[in-house]
């Protein structure tokens, strides 16, 4: 059974940089998957981030591109967000997921963490 | 980006109803469409893949349908466990957008 779990800081400053990190279970990283950052404010919908593939290959949603920096690390068996720059507006909670893609590029998110709040406040 | 509207946004209904939701893509998207069910506190779960694939573990009265712009998520006789919030997702392209979801409520 896949697994994700994020981890990181609750409470990140403004101006500053947020870092976050999602540990895979049951799954690794030598498979051909992408792996990708959700996110969801208060009261609000879910957002995409970018994904990253087990090469290192990423990609970005534009509205956040000039800030988002997602890393792999597959001795650890888990990827990162750093989020720079953040605002109020970057509090939410953030949840990583594995794409699953077949057929002729369809794509989905199958396994999810479980989601982490991130504050952003002095 | 492909911009997702769905209706209504929120909804009441009754165990055992029928429930319909409609997703708009603002391009044609063919059947690159996801649904998911959310619950507060947890992680969304996906119920439908490429527009009409039922998700292995995914009660049957769950099902999908469309193609192009046009999408449809039913539930058939509603259960208690059902009352969650439900979002579409297109994977035509990046960036990948959801829909702006649909609560559905208890009557």
């Known amino acids: 059974q896949v697994q994700l779990q994020e981890s990181g800081p609750g409470l990140v400053k403004p101006s500053g940089t947020l870092s976050l990190t999602c540990e895979v279970s049951?799954?690794?990283?030598?498979?051909?998957?992408?792996w990708s950052w959700v996110r969801q404010p208060p009261g609000k919908g879910l957002e995409w981030i970018g994904e990253i593939y087990h090469s290192g290959t990423t990609n970005y949603n534009p509205s956040l591109k000039s800030r988002v920096t997602i890393s792999i690390d597959k001795s650890k068996n888990q990827f990162s967000l750093n989020l720079k720059s953040v605002t109020a507006a970057d509090t939410a909670v953030y949840y990583c997921?594995?794409?699953?893609?077949f057929g002729s590029g369809s794509q989905y998110f199958d396994y999810w963490g479980q989601g982490i709040l991130v504050t952003v406040s002095s | 980006d492909i911009q997702m509207t769905q209706s209504p946004s929120s909804l009441s209904a009754s165990i055992g109803d029928r429930v319909t939701i409609t997703c708009r893509a603002s391009q044609t998207i063919s059947t690159y469409l996801n649904w998911y069910q959310h619950k507060p506190g947890k992680a969304p779960k996906v119920l439908i893949y490429a527009a009409s694939n039922l998700q292995s573990g995914v009660p049957s009265r769950f099902s999908g349908s469309g193609s192009g712009t046009d999408f449809t998520l039913t539930i058939n006789s509603l259960q208690p466990e059902d009352f969650a919030t439900y979002y579409c997702?297109?994977?035509?392209?990046?960036?990948?957008?959801f829909g702006q979801g649909t609560k559905v409520e208890i009557k």
């Open positions: 997921a594995r794409d699953n893609f």
């Open positions: 049951g799954d690794s990283f030598t498979r051909k998957n992408w």
């Open positions: 997702q297109q994977s035509y392209t990046t960036p990948r957008t």
